[in-house]
Structure formats: structure tokens, C-alpha cells
């Protein structure tokens, strides 16, 4: 009773399109206030002070701010170019060099509307211009954007390890063989739709890169491909942690786009530290009442009592992570993802591990979930990035992403029930 008292008035809140952290708090303290009495309202600043006295999650702010430096310092188009160098002269090459150029960028923003942000705005003219459909285009910006939290390193890995005590590391590579995946799906995705349509076929006549154009294109985005090394040789080399891997990443940014690529002014340095300040801002406040929300859970004795109601329905592992990720799926359309991690992965994961489910392989589970709703109305926060950079109305882009979002689905069924593809490699490097 008291957790659909709490749920519900979060629930007011957010239809009331009240932001997500100011529900989370509010309906925090009215709950603590009016309907529990064994906490004070003192108890919950003193949870919100504990939830942000944290380590790892200054990694979160570090990693943001160093995606938004590497956006405005050139690394982008470095990305782009090189892309298009290896698949750039295939029939429908560009559909695939947009999809290349947001895996490498998500490797090194770790932020799926940055990513649509930054490959999309150069891509979706130059696929406009070679006779691509403009609302295609845009679609599969805002879709092959999700990539940008499914390769490492990811915030939303950070925020789920930060939840559940998971190691960071294990988590970042866990996402290598899932990311290409996911960028495996959407290239299929992205051949079946075109190959409808012949004019864009017979249309783009691209020339075929040489060997030359790769090695200069690979040198000049070199720089742009050592951040995901740099970042896991670092963590498992033992040089430093994922949070000073963040800085570290922050500091080499500065450097490649100011001294290498000489993109970076001081009015873009300032608007870099405005737009990531404003994203920092939100994210910390969610974080605050995480800590709290999570408590609570555990003295209403949330988790278990859902593990004992998944149990006296099914003991089947198909058919529980069947359920957890249509759950994650209905979730991820109405709820941005780092609130969704911070509210449901400490309820969840006693659920999985309970049914010997790794909490890696949940994690990868978990992410890749709420990166399709980036796509999913009416939330979809890609989407709306999508049809502002494709100046396109915000129905033509979900009608175009319907073919995408279905291989993307396909994707998700083959990392959820092939554990092996999250768990390899983390066990391997140990």
C-alpha cells in the first residue's frame, strides 16, 4: 500500500509534466511527511547529501563535459570522415557511414542525444543531398544515436554501477560486443529500407576511397580514436579509476581540440561548460533523491516483495527477463534513462541475480532497454533531437523510425538471452 502511495504520487507529478526531480522530491517529502512515520523530513536531506557524496559519481559531470568539448572541438567530423573512408562508397554508403561515425562518437561522448547532435548535423544535408530521404535520414540519426549509451563509456553505465556497487570497468567492456551489435542490427535495418527504394541506389555514385584516402583519414581522426583506449587501457591497466579516467578524458579533449585540431575558441569552451552545466544540473538532482527513493524500497520491502511475486508466477529465467524487458520497454517511453536506472535497478537486480542472471549482463540488459526509448514516443529524446537537426515534424520522424526501433528490438532479445556476448570479455581481461 504505502509503495502505491509513493508511486502514485509520482506518477501525479509527472503528468502534470512537473520535471522528474523536482516529482521525485516533492513526492519524497509529502510521502515522508504525511503517509511513513518511521523517517523524518531530516532524513531525507541527509540521504540527498549521502547520494551525492560519492566518487564515482563525478565521473558523470566529467564524462558530460567531455562529450560537449569533443562536439564542438572537431573530433566529430574527424569521426565522419573516417567513417566514410571505409564504407562511404557502398550503395546507401552514407546510411552506413552515419551509423559508424555514432558508434565511434558514442565511444567517446557517452551520450545518445550528443551523439544525434553532433553526427547528425553534419550528416542528415550530406544524405539530403546524395537523394536520401530527409525523414530516413533523421530517423536513423536519432536511432543509430542510442549507440551513444551502449558503447562504453556510457553515463548511463556509470549511474547503474553507481546504483547497484557493479564494477564501472567490467561494465564499459561488457558494452563492446553489445554496441556492435546493436550497429550490426541497424545497418541491416538501415540496407532493407533503402533497398526499396532504387533511386538512392542508382542515384549515389560515391568514388571508391583508396588506401591512401583511409591512412589520411585514419590520421586525422587518430586522435579522436585513442579516447576509448586511452579510457579502458587506463581502468584495467590500473592507472587510474573510471572517474579519474573522466578527467583524464575531459583534460585530453582540451588539448586535441585546442592544440591539435585548433577548432576550440573560447566561445565555444563557454558554451560547452553552459550546455553541460544544464545537464549536469538535472542529472545531480535525480541522483539526490535516489539514494532516499532506494531506502525506502528496501523498508517497504519492495524488491522482495516482487522477487516473491515473479516467483509464484514463474521460475522460468526466458520468461522473467521476457517480462523485465517489456517492463523496461513501457518504462523507457515515459521516463528519461538515468531517472529510470537510479529508480528500478535496485529494485530489479535482486530479481535477475535471484534466478542466477550475472548483474553485468542485467546491466547491458538494462541500458540497451532504456536506449530504445530514446526512440519510443512520447518521451523519445532523441526523436526530438532528431527533428530539430532534420527539420522535420516530430510524426514523420517516428513513422520513419518504425523499421529501426524493430531491429533494434531484435537486437535486444539477442543480448538478453546470449549472456556470453555481455560477459566475455569482462572475463577474459580478469
Not at 82 to 99: K, R
Not at 273 to 286: A, H, K, P, T
Not at 292 to 299: K, W
Not at 331 to 346: E, H, N, Q, R
Amino acid at each position: 500500500m504505502d509503495a502505491m502511495i509513493l508511486f502514485g504520487l509520482i506518477f501525479i507529478f509527472l503528468l502534470f509534466n512537473v520535471p522528474v526531480a523536482i516529482s521525485l522530491g516533492a513526492s519524497l517529502l509529502i510521502f515522508i511527511t504525511f503517509f511513513f512515520d518511521l523517517v523524518s523530513p531530516s532524513w531525507l536531506v541527509q540521504g540527498m547529501f549521502t547520494s551525492l557524496d560519492s566518487f564515482p559519481l563525478m565521473a558523470v559531470p566529467f564524462f558530460i563535459f567531455a562529450g560537449t568539448l569533443m562536439e564542438q572541438g572537431g573530433l566529430s567530423k574527424r569521426l565522419i570522415n573516417f567513417a566514410s573512408s571505409l564504407v562511404g562508397n557502398v550503395p546507401g554508403g552514407l546510411a552506413y557511414v552515419m551509423i559508424t561515425s555514432c558508434f565511434f562518437f558514442g565511444a567517446i561522448s557517452g551520450s545518445g542525444p550528443a551523439t544525434v547532435a553532433a553526427i547528425g548535423g553534419i550528416m542528415i544535408p550530406s544524405m539530403v543531398k546524395e537523394g536520401y530521404p530527409r525523414k530516413f535520414s533523421a530517423a536513423l540519426a536519432a536511432n543509430a544515436g542510442s549507440l551513444g549509451v551502449i558503447v562504453p563509456p556510457s553515463i548511463p553505465m556509470v549511474v547503474y554501477c553507481i546504483a547497484t556497487g557493479v564494477s564501472v570497468g567490467d561494465l564499459f567492456v561488457a558494452g563492446l560486443l553489445p554496441g556492435l551489435i546493436v550497429a550490426g542490427s541497424l545497418t541491416a535495418g538501415s540496407y532493407f529500407v533503402l533497398s526499396k527504394d532504387k533511386n538512392v541506389f542508382k542515384k549515389e555514385q560515391r568514388k571508391k576511397g583508396s588506401i591512401k584516402d583511409v591512412l589520411n583519414a585514419t590520421r586525422e581522426a587518430i586522435w579522436a580514436l585513442l579516447v576509448p583506449v586511452i579510457i579502458l587501457g587506463g581502468i584495467y591497466g590500473g592507472i587510474f579509476t573510471p572517474t579519474e579516467a573522466a578527467v583524464v578524458t575531459v583534460v585530453y579533449a582540451l588539448l586535441v581540440s585546442t592544440f591539435v585540431y585548433k577548432e576550440m575558441t573560447m566561445k565555444k569552451l563557454i558554451a560547452g561548460l553552459v550546455d553541460s552545466s544544464r545537464m549536469v544540473g538535472s542529472i545531480l538532482l535525480i541522483a539526490a533523491f535516489a539514494t532516499p527513493l532506494g531506502r525506502l524500497f528496501t523498508m517497504m520491502k519492495l524488491p522482495d516483495m516482487i522477487t516473491k511475486s515473479i516467483a509464484s508466477f514463474t521460475d522460468s529465467r526466458i520468461v522473467i527477463l521476457l517480462l523485465i524487458n517489456l517492463f523496461l520497454l513501457f518504462v523507457g517511453m515515459f521516463l528519461d534513462t538515468l531517472s529510470s536506472i537510479l529508480i528500478l535497478a535496485p529494485i530489479l537486480l535482486p530479481v535477475v541475480t535471484s534466478v542466477g542472471i550475472d548483474p553485468v549482463h542485467f546491466g547491458i540488459i538494462m541500458v540497451v532497454n532504456l536506449a530504445i526509448g530514446f526512440v519510443t514516443p512520447p518521451v523519445g529524446v532523441n526523436l526530438l533531437v532528431g527533428t530539430n537537426v532534420g527539420k522535420i515534424s516530430f510524426e514523420e520522424i517516428v513513422s520513419a523510425s518504425l523499421p529501426l526501433i524493430f531491429v533494434l528490438l531484435l537486437a535486444l532479445m539477442v543480448i538478453t538471452y546470449i549472456p556470453a556476448l555481455s560477459t566475455f570479455l569482462p572475463n577474459l581481461i580478469k
